[in-house]
């Protein structure tokens, strides 16, 4: 996290170059240094937090990025995508491509079936904006939409048991109708048009977003952007749809699809099941949430957060990988907000005793952001060898069934006689092994830190090049968990110790844990995908040494 350098004078009209907001001495600005650090304790200890961006009246009071996760990076956005899509709307309408009230069908002819039914023929851009269009069961990934080859008539044809208006059911498909709808009226890609009205002025300078197989961006997710770009999006909501002069989506739309449009019910899955009004009881408007205080947010799976809080001149911006999210906003409500305001706002940075103990000061008078390192996911924990290491290491493994991956050879760069504890020696930089994974193209290797991460890519986890951060470890603690037929409580089976991948997708919210054992030549992968939608559970995949244990032919492996 860090706070910026010395604030220009406070401003509600930001008009920054390149796509980067100016930096501002928390402080300066009226916020206390000592809510943002609150705030990014929390986060930490919460866990699964990528990054943070606090901006105040235009400029950005405090940052961080949790490693391996980096603010050149962009990140998934999940359905904070349904917001931006519903600024597009707003463009469109004031246009004059389509109405509030214009009905689907009339819309979306070609996908419409032959006889729609009463409660399809009454179904208009309002319902879908208010995730009222009659569905009666919630879908959360969309999944459907990217894989189906004529997805807009799938969704469509979808049967309605409500009629529309009636009843909120958040529904992914339901705005990737709106996407579809844009679309058709555009002739032109939805991520085309977002980018000449709204990314181009604001400087957003990703062009990123998933498509269905029939060639409609998703709308309702799929969305990637930076951090700051996220930040920019907020301060565009905060200052109304106007930006460098030019109204660039309508303030009388963004006071209507921030409002309350429709009761949000069926919204315990949201909230990690937790009882009671909470940030996700106050109401939806247009593709927006209401939030307590006062604020309103574009939401996404995971803790995707753009939280705008007009009374405060503030947005607050996360992205994120856990699941239930609320502990999120809980940290914001709790631990920043009586800090902004708590502060009469200063011409000039305070003294370096006024900051965290973790940050710099800078010097009066200077633009630069103070800086706060060392924030980092917890690596995977573990020791650096075991007695069952040599079983693995340095061996090849020919894979049975690893769709991407058909080879494997794992070896490591420690001394043989070394033993490190993570926990105790996690900043070692010398513990590493490395990953030769073969596949159908060639072979990929990636590093993996003890301890610590390693950056690198894969295309054998998506079957496409991914960006990844990884760390790993002996757990010797498996065998004291093992049964007597040799399963343990992970999954993992043989005995003797488990070698533990942590890799996180670093443009994701996803994090991919993994464990590695080895019975005579025959190895186990089984993994876990967190913060996704699809089945958690991969493999379990087999394989077997290309060669046995002891043949001299082999190829020579660490004795660590």
């Not at 910026?4 to 009226?30: K, V």
């Not at 009246?57 to 961080?64: K, P």
Request: hydrophobic share 40%; net charge negative.
């Amino acid at each position: 996290m860090s706070g910026a350098g010395a604030a220009a004078a406070p401003s509600t009209s930001t008009d920054p170059t390149a796509g980067r907001l100016p930096r501002a001495h928390p402080a300066a600005l009226g916020v206390d240094p000592a809510a943002i650090e609150r705030l990014t304790a929390s986060l930490t200890r919460i866990g699964g937090v990528h990054s943070l961006m606090v901006v105040r009246r235009g400029q950005v009071v405090g940052e961080g990025w949790w490693a391996p996760y980096r603010a050149e990076l962009p990140h998934t956005l999940n359905s904070v995508s349904k917001s931006v899509t519903a600024l597009a709307v707003g463009v469109a309408i004031d246009e004059g491509l389509l109405g509030l009230d214009d009905r689907v069908i009339d819309l979306l002819p070609e996908d419409a079936p032959a006889q729609p039914s009463e409660r399809l023929q009454r179904l208009t851009v309002r319902h879908l904006l208010t995730m009222s269009r009659g569905c009666s069961e919630p879908d959360f990934d969309g999944v459907r939409s990217r894989q189906t080859a004529e997805a807009v008539c799938f969704v469509l044809n979808e049967p309605l048991d409500h009629e529309p208006g009636e009843r909120f059911v958040y529904s992914t498909g339901t705005t990737f109708l709106v996407a579809a709808i844009l679309q058709r009226l555009t002739g032109g890609r939805l991520l085309d048009f977002v980018a000449d009205r709204l990314f181009g002025p604001l400087g957003i300078t990703t062009r990123d977003w998933d498509s269905s197989a029939d060639g409609v961006d998703l709308g309702g997710s799929g969305l990637h952007l930076r951090t700051e770009e996220l930040a920019l999006l907020g301060q565009l909501l905060l200052q109304r749809g106007a930006w460098g002069g030019r109204q660039l989506v309508p303030a009388d739309w963004l006071d209507l699809a921030t409002s309350p449009q429709i009761a949000t019910t069926d919204v315990a899955p949201f909230a990690g099941g937790a009882p009671g009004p909470g940030d996700w009881e106050l109401g939806y408007g247009f593709q927006f949430w209401r939030s307590r205080h006062g604020a309103y947010r574009a939401d996404g799976a995971f803790g995707q957060f753009i939280v705008v809080l007009p009374e405060l001149e503030t947005v607050v911006v996360t992205t994120a990988g856990l699941d239930p999210m609320d502990a999120v906003l809980d940290a914001i409500w709790t631990d920043l907000l009586p800090g902004i305001g708590a502060l009469p706002d200063a011409d000039a940075a305070p003294a370096a005793a006024a900051l965290p103990e973790t940050e710099t000061a800078p010097d009066a008078g200077s633009d630069e952001p103070a800086r706060l390192s060392g924030l980092r996911l917890p690596p995977q924990p573990g020791t650096s060898t075991s007695s069952r290491a040599h079983d693995l290491l340095g061996r090849r493994f020919a894979i049975d069934d690893g769709a991407h991956l058909i080879g494997l050879r794992i070896d490591i760069a420690v001394p043989a006689d070394r033993v490190v504890d993570a926990a105790a020696d996690a900043d070692d930089d010398r513990a590493e092994w490395t990953l030769e994974l073969e596949t159908a193209h060639g072979v990929e290797r990636l590093g993996a830190g003890h301890g610590r991460w390693v950056e690198g890519t894969t295309s054998v986890i998506t079957g496409s090049p991914t960006p990844v951060g990884v760390s790993a470890g002996w757990d010797e603690a498996a065998e004291d968990d093992a049964t007597a037929d040799g399963a343990r409580a992970d999954g993992a089976r043989g005995d003797g110790a488990v070698w533990r991948l942590r890799i996180q997708l670093i443009e994701t919210a996803q994090t991919l844990t993994v464990a590695v054992t080895v019975d005579d030549d025959t190895v186990r992968i089984e993994g876990r995908m967190h913060g996704w939608f699809a089945p958690a559970e991969l493999g379990p995949i087999t394989g077997h040494a290309t060669r046995r244990r002891g043949d001299e032919s082999a190829t020579p492996r660490s004795a660590g």
